[in-house]
Structure formats: C-alpha cells, structure tokens
C-alpha cells in the first residue's frame, strides 16, 4: 500500500514565521505534488516536483516555495507565513506515467496562521 | 472540475449498496474516470479509476456505460465510515494534477 505522510496535522503559527510543511513517501513515485484545498475553491496546486531538485510551479506559488533534495521527501516552505496562508495543505505522489497512474494523497496538514 | 457532473447530495441506508452517478459526456478516447473519496478533515483518499472496462476492487465498483458518457460508483454495502464527499474526476494525459469538483456528499444514516 502507497504510504503519503506529513509531518504535522494541525500547525498554527505567527504571521512572519518561516513555515516548514514536509511530506516523504515510500513508494519511489517519481512526481509529488503540494496542493491547498479551501472552501469553495476546490483543490489548488502549490508547486510540483517531478524528480530530485526539479520543480514547477502551480496555479499559486506566490509565498511558497519547496525543496526537493531526496526522491522519497518533498518539503513546502512558507517564507512569511501570512493569514491568508490559513488553509487545508495536502501533499500527494504519483509515478510518472500519464493519468493511468493513481496519484496518492497525504492526511493533510491543517495551517492556521494567527 | 467542469468534465463531470455529479448530484450536490445523497442518503444511503447502512448496509445497502450506495450508486454514485457521474456524468462526463465531453469525455474522449484516452481519459480516465477516477473516483476518490474525502471524509471531513483528512486527505483525499484513492478508490477506484477505470477506462472504459468495469473495475472492482476490495473498495468499490466502477460501471462505465459503454459511450463512456456516464458512470456509477458502486459501494456494496455501505457502513457509516464510508459518510464522505466522493469526487468523480476525468483525467487525460495533460492532466498531471487533480482537479476536484464540488463532488457529492454521501450521507450514511444508520
């Protein structure tokens, strides 16, 4: 069975404190992504990661960043973490393969910047 | 996601089997239908994804129509932990990542 984990799954933090969400995985998926999920504004994708020290950036990268420096550990930092930062977070992994590959998700990290 | 078409909501009987319609009549030759599932405050979770043959898994049923316009989600008998919001999503090979809809909120009633 694909095993996504988070580091944390509630956080809550200061505005201005560097924020540090990390995700491993343990079934040597090639792609992992970070995503944020909010109310009424579905699933948004962060940034992703295709393979060690690869990115792209998502639909909302502004404020974030991330570091890819193993296969299995994707990391998603909040340089400045501001309120509109409070959100859902969820990390996922999928094998690199096109939309036949099943793309797994984490439990999710629920931010809450005060 | 604006490729399917899913109900806001459903009740279902515990112990009954629970039919979750999509629609997803735009659908083209080299998508597929996946189906995930998320209870409140957890992550998404993966259940069953198919092409155009019916799946089954220790989970749940796929039935694709055989234009691929529609299709139904089958839980066999439904407990109280399967009460979710269950996403029907469309992917093609552009599609690296996931778009979720509104989905259906799945009430199981005891």
């Known amino acids: 069975d694909v095993k996504v984990t988070q580091s944390s799954r509630y956080l809550v933090k200061r505005t201005g404190e560097k924020v540090f969400l990390e995700c491993v995985q343990d079934m040597d998926h090639e792609n992992m992504f970070w995503y944020r999920q909010d109310p009424g504004l579905g699933l948004r994708l962060i940034y992703f990661s295709y393979d060690v020290k690869m990115k792209e950036k998502g639909d909302i990268p502004e404020g974030y960043s991330v570091s890819r420096e193993k296969k299995e550990r994707f990391s998603l930092i909040l340089e400045s973490a501001s309120t509109n930062q409070t959100s859902m977070y969820l990390c996922a992994s999928d094998r690199a393969g096109g939309p036949r590959e099943t793309q797994y998700f984490g439990p999710g990290t629920r931010l809450l910047v005060l | ?110």
């Open chain 2, 1 to 110: 996601d604006a490729k399917t078409t899913q109900p806001p909501s459903m009740d279902c009987a515990e112990g009954r089997a629970a039919n979750l319609p999509c629609n997803h009549s735009t659908i083209s030759g080299n998508e597929y239908v996946y189906w995930y599932r998320q209870i409140h405050s957890q992550g998404p979770q993966y259940i069953i994804h198919g092409l155009k043959n019916n799946e089954t898994n220790e989970m749940a049923s796929l039935i694709i129509t055989e234009d691929r316009k529609s299709s139904t989600l089958i839980l066999p008998h439904a407990t109280l932990r399967d009460t979710a919001v269950y996403y029907c999503i469309v992917r093609d090979s552009n599609d690296y990542k996931l778009s979720f809809g509104a989905g259906t909120t799945v009430t199981v009633r005891a």
